[in-house]
Structures are given as C-alpha cells and as structure tokens.
C-alpha cells in the first residue's frame, strides 16, 4: 500500500514549504487542497527531514526555527503554569495521582453499564478465557506512516477485531467467562525518552499519557467491559515511558509514567461501574496470571533475544524467582509477532511497522516488521500435558492509516 509521501513529489512539497513561508500548518493545507488525502503538519515535518533542503531554501532554516520557538515557548509556558498549579496544591510526587483522584470524584460513581446475555447452542457448557496483548501502541511516535491520529484508528480497528472474534466463539456456543487484557508496555513513545526524542514525536510527554488514557478506556476497556464478561487487566511498564533518566532499578512499574496511565484508568473504570474488571497492576517488571491452573508471566521483555532458547531461559528463569511452574510467556517490545512451541512462547507485535526508507528507528537498524497484535482463546484441559491455549489470532494493522 502507497503511504502519502508516495501521493506528493518533492518538488511539490518543496513548493508548498516555500509558497507558506516556511509555515508548516499552511504547507499542509496546501497539500491537503491537492485533494489527495488530508495531510498534517507533523507529515510535512516528516517529509522535510527526507528532502534535500537546498531545494527549500531558506523557508526549511526558518521553518525549523519556528518549530524550536514555537516548542521552546510552548514547553516553558507548559512547565511553568504546571510547576505553579503543583506547588501551589499538591506538591508531591504523588500529584498527578491526587489531581485525577478529584477530577474523578467530581464523576458520579455510575451503574453497571452491561447486561450479560445467555450462552445457548451444543458447546455452552464449555468456558473460554479469550487473551488479549497490547503493546508497543507508542502514542506520540512519529514516521512518514504512523501518528497519533492513525494510533487511535488503529486501537479503534483493534477493538473491533477483538469484539468480532469473541462473538463468533459466542455464536459457536463457548460461555465466554473472562477477557485477560495484558498491556505489556511502551504505551508512549515519550519525547524525552533520549536527549533527541522530540524531534521523532508529534507531541509532548502529558499530551501522550491523556491520549494514552482516553484511547484505551474509550476504544478498548470500555467496549469490553460491557460485554459484562469478567474481566482482568494487567499493566506491565516499557522502556519507553521514562522522562529523561531510564529505567528505575528499583520498584519500576511504580516510578515509570505507565503507573500513571494503569493507575487513572482503574479509578476512571471503578468510577464508572465496572465492577466486572480488576486490574493487576505490578511495582515491579513483570506480572503473574492463571488461566485454568496455568500460570502465565507478563513483561515488556526489554534485553530479552527474540529466540525460542533465550525466551525460554528466561521463563525458567522467572519460574524459579516465583518457586512456581510458569506455562506461558508472554513479551513485547520486539515489535514483531512471534511465537513458539504452540503459543507457549508469545512475543507480540505493535501498533506501527517498518520497512524501506531508513526513516526512523527501526528502519535505520535494519528491521521489516508487520503491525499487528496477537490474542489467543483458553479452555479447560482435562489432561495435564495439554496447554489450555486452544486457538490464536494476529490482528493485523497495517492496513489502516486514519
């Protein structure tokens, strides 16, 4: 599939750079009235970072003035009415906590919002638990195809799969019992993530966490928790969402900014009257679950080879951290759908792909990845050499753009 860069020529997007003064909103509006599809000013930055700038002239140097100015007094504006509102009120660590805890006290606690339906046909007496990984979303990335507009068509269309999918093992007749939400990290892209961050982002760190909380809760959560199935969400801190200093080796999922993203949403979610779902929210790295007697260990699987030995090392690893038999691993991080010994192995993909061009990251250390995520359907064994794991699913993303 073209991407839009394949729409514009260069000398096109050269002209509208130049035609605008170096004005980005108004080059995008220009290529926009070419009528061959909307285009952002963050794609028009994009596309600038592949041209050879002695055809832009000097609209490329003022422009990328504009953009440090605009940035530069935006951020400072941001930090100062923040910095002020925190001292003033809350004046901990713990302030984005307190500030939702009000907001959310302001929503009146609702009512259960679902109506559980009755399960009929020859297999109703057969459970299922339906497993769903989510990972690698990244909200605020920016390349030539992937943005936070096209993240949230793509939490949209993921949601659709998966709702599509439980129906139809509905219609066959399985009670549907529980959905095992898994967020396994990097939730946000985080534009301060190394020193260089924000030139790859299309907006900042606290726009990402919001975009990040009102796209799961209102695209994913909330769709499945009428359902009115029981439901569990686990949120398992990335390497990416960190503000500037890494990854804490202490007590990590708690001092990641993902804690604030889990966190809001269990209290939005409660407030709402889902009492149907609980969510699993670890201080540490990783998570434990059990899908009928069958443990299974959730992490970002940041430092992990995506191999079947190294992935099975270190679940046997974790396994005797725990003192505890692990069936099933389950990682992302690897931004590419893997999976080994029958599901008992699982890395999931994400939410964007790479390919040619040398564009961001991923491209420019050479990998060719698909978007897609990954869930499986459980039912109960009765022997004890079978993986409950019955059926799998890879939802592929690539084709939706916005």
């Not at 990328?64 to 809350?90: C, F, H, P, V, Y």
């Not at 801190?237 to 604030?260: I, R």
């Not at 409660?270 to 299974?296: K, M």
């Not at 090392?313 to 992302?332: A, C, D, F």
Request: with cysteine; net charge neutral.
């Amino acid at each position: 599939m073209a991407t839009k860069h394949d729409k514009y020529t260069e000398e096109e997007i050269a002209s509208a750079v130049r035609e605008a003064g170096g004005n980005l909103a108004k080059a995008a509006k220009a290529l926009t009235e070419l009528g061959r599809g909307e285009v952002t000013r963050q794609l028009v930055r994009a596309w600038l970072a592949r041209l050879d700038h002695t055809e832009v002239g000097e609209e490329f140097n003022r422009a990328s003035s504009l953009i440090k100015q605009r940035n530069a007094q935006a951020e400072n504006a941001a930090l100062r009415r923040d910095n002020k509102a925190l001292i003033t009120r809350l004046g901990t660590k713990e302030a984005i906590f307190d500030a939702v805890e009000q907001i959310v006290q302001g929503i009146k606690a609702g009512k259960p919002r679902f109506k559980p339906v009755p399960y009929v046909g020859a297999q109703a007496g057969t459970p299922m638990t339906v497993e769903l990984l989510l990972s690698d979303l990244q909200i605020g990335k920016l390349s030539a195809t992937y943005n936070t507009k096209i993240a949230f068509a793509r939490l949209q269309e993921y949601a659709r799969a998966v709702l599509f999918q439980i129906e139809q093992k509905k219609a066959a007749g399985y009670r549907v019992e529980k959905v095992l939400l898994a967020l396994v990290g990097d939730i946000i892209e985080s534009d301060k993530k190394h020193d260089n961050s924000g030139k790859a982002t299309d907006s900042t760190t606290a726009e990402q966490l919001f975009d990040a909380m009102s796209g799961l809760f209102e695209n994913v959560i909330e769709p499945l928790a009428k359902l009115g199935i029981e439901m569990e969400v686990v949120g398992i801190v990335g390497n990416h969402d960190w503000d500037g200093h890494g990854m804490n080796m202490f007590e990590p999922g708690k001092s990641m900014l993902s804690w604030t993203i889990y966190r809001s949403l269990e209290l939005i979610t409660r407030r709402c009257g889902y009492t149907n779902v609980r969510f699993n929210i670890p201080e540490g790295t990783y998570a434990l679950s059990s899908i009928y007697g069958q443990t299974v260990l959730y992490e970002h699987g940041y430092g992990v080879a995506n191999n079947e030995a190294a992935l099975k090392r270190h679940k046997v690893n974790r396994s005797e951290q725990e003192q505890r038999h692990i069936t099933y691993l389950r990682l992302g991080d690897k931004h590419t759908v893997t999976s080994f010994n029958s599901g008992q192995l699982v890395v999931n993909g994400a939410f964007f792909g790479s390919g040619p061009g040398g564009g961001e990251y991923s491209e420019i250390a050479g990998y060719s990845s698909i978007p897609g995520q990954w869930l499986g359907f459980h039912v109960p064994r009765k022997h004890r050499a079978m993986f409950t794991l019955y059926d799998t699913f890879v939802i592929q993303l690539g084709g939706i753009e916005e």
